[in-house]
Nanobody, 129 residues
Framework: QVQLVESGGGLVQAGGSLRLCCAASGRTFSSFTMGWFRQAPGKDREFVAALKWSGAGTYYADSVKGRFTISRDNAENTVYLQMNSLKPEDTAVYYC??????????????????????WGQGTQVTVAS
């Protein structure tokens, strides 16, 4: 019954910005971890960013650290990914994902796609050089 719907993708020039939105419904998400992943043609799905719905910490892949920001609006059950200084290598389909949070935190608990049972349909981000 968990539903995730992404929006905000599109075409942008290198150096530009986009904000992706993930609308979550069907459950109370206070005990969930929310993540953003991306998949480029011919490549595996890779971790981008994550947060715990009721926590304060945010987590980022090294490739996007300092350029992307993940945030949430608890009242609206919405997670955002603000993407600045976009590069052509950021081109991919971006997915919102959700999982039950772990009481013990280490990288694999939030960065591995196989640990997330709930996924959105994805939204295309294309960065032109």
């Amino acid at each position: 019954q968990v539903q995730l719907v992404e929006s905000g993708g599109g075409l942008v020039q290198a150096g530009g910005s986009l904000r992706l939105c993930c609308a979550a419904s069907g459950r109370t998400f206070s005990s969930f971890t929310m993540g953003w992943f991306r998949q480029a043609p011919g490549k595996d799905r890779e971790f981008v960013a994550a947060l715990k719905w009721s926590g304060a910490g945010t987590y980022y892949a090294d490739s996007v650290k300092g350029r992307f920001t993940i945030s949430r609006d608890n009242a609206e059950n919405t997670v955002y990914l603000q993407m600045n200084s976009l590069k052509p290598e950021d081109t991919a389909v971006y997915y919102c994902a959700a999982k039950l949070s772990s009481s013990i935190l280490y990288t694999a608990t939030y960065s591995s796609p196989e640990r997330y049972p709930y996924w959105g349909q994805g939204t295309q981000v294309t960065v032109a050089s």
